[in-house]
């Protein structure tokens, strides 16, 4: 499975965006999905993820309520509505493939990860 990411920005504290992840293969739909991020000088750290099938979700403490994570197994891509965003959400944000795990608050061991893509909020 190869991932690519897309939507990252520069917005305005308050203001939205998208992320939206692309992967390759045919067996996307058997995948867990999900989003990492990283701080400039801190360490990664899971954000939301979504399981295949009935499509549960997770979401760290610090995103619920204002990040919405959706799938849509046709077009292969996993999205990131940010909304209410926040100086602190300022990362790179990484897409993320796990065929066995769905909650992903407490590993990093995920199979497959894409290329980042920034996310800055100014104040």
């Known amino acids: 499975v190869q991932l690519q990411a897309s939507g990252g920005g520069l917005v305005q504290a308050g203001g939205s965006l998208r992320l939206s992840c692309s992967a390759s293969?045919?067996?996307?739909?058997?995948?867990?999905m999900g989003w990492f991020r990283q701080a400039p000088g801190k360490e990664r750290e899971f954000v939301s993820s979504?399981?295949?099938?009935?499509?549960?979700?997770y979401y760290a403490d610090s995103v619920k309520g204002r990040f919405t994570i959706s799938r849509d197994n046709a077009k292969n891509t996993v999205y990131l509505q940010m909304n209410s965003l926040k100086p602190e959400d300022t990362a790179v944000y990484y897409c993320?493939?796990?065929?066995?795990?769905?909650?992903?608050?407490?590993?990093?061991?995920?199979?497959?990860w894409g290329k980042g893509t920034q996310v800055t909020v100014s104040s």
């Open positions: 993320a493939a796990d065929y066995s795990r769905s909650n992903w608050e407490d590993t990093y061991a995920v199979d497959y």
């Open positions: 293969g045919r067996t996307f739909r058997r995948y867990h």
């Open positions: 979504i399981s295949w099938g009935i499509s549960i979700t």
